[in-house]
C-alpha cells in the first residue's frame, strides 16, 4: 500500500494562489494514478482533479477547470495542485489520493492522505 502525505495548505485571499504537495512512499509511485479530493464542513467529499500514471492524462472537476492544475514528479515521488484564482467556495480539506486504476482514482480511490486545510478568505 503507498502512504500519502500532504502539504501546502493555508490561508490566502480571494485571487490568490496556492501549492499543494502530496509525498508518496511504500509501494512504486508511477504505479499508481492520482488524484485530489476536498471536503467542506457539512458537505460529501468531492473529486478535484485526476492525473494518470504517467502524467499523460488529467481530468478536473467543472468547478476548478482552467484554475487549478494538478501534475506529478514520478522521479521525486510527489503529486501537485496549483490553484490559481481561488475563491472562498473552494475552502475546504483537500485530500490526495491514490488507486491503480485511472478510473477509480476519480470516484473511490483506495489510498488516502491526511488532508491539508485550505482556507480562502472573501
Known amino acids: 500500500q503507498v502512504q500519502l502525505v500532504e502539504s501546502g495548505g493555508g490561508l490566502v485571499q480571494a485571487g490568490g494562489s496556492l501549492r499543494l504537495s502530496c509525498a508518496a512512499s511504500?509501494?512504486?509511485?508511477?504505479?499508481?494514478?492520482m488524484g485530489w479530493f476536498r471536503q467542506s464542513p457539512g458537505k460529501e467529499r468531492e473529486f478535484v482533479a485526476a492525473?494518470?500514471?504517467?502524467?499523460?492524462?488529467?481530468y478536473y472537476a467543472d468547478s476548478v477547470k482552467g484554475r487549478f492544475t494538478i501534475s506529478r514528479d514520478n522521479a521525486k515521488n510527489k503529486l501537485y495542485l496549483q490553484m490559481n484564482s481561488l475563491k472562498p467556495e473552494d475552502t475546504a480539506v483537500y485530500y490526495c489520493?491514490?488507486?491503480?486504476?485511472?478510473?477509480?482514482?476519480?470516484?473511490?480511490?483506495?489510498?488516502w492522505g491526511q488532508g491539508t486545510q485550505v482556507t480562502v478568505s472573501s
Open positions: 511504500g509501494r512504486t509511485f508511477s504505479s499508481y494514478a
Open positions: 489520493a491514490a488507486d491503480l486504476s485511472s478510473f477509480a482514482i476519480r470516484t473511490t480511490p483506495d489510498a
Open positions: 492525473i494518470t500514471r504517467g502524467g499523460g492524462t488529467t
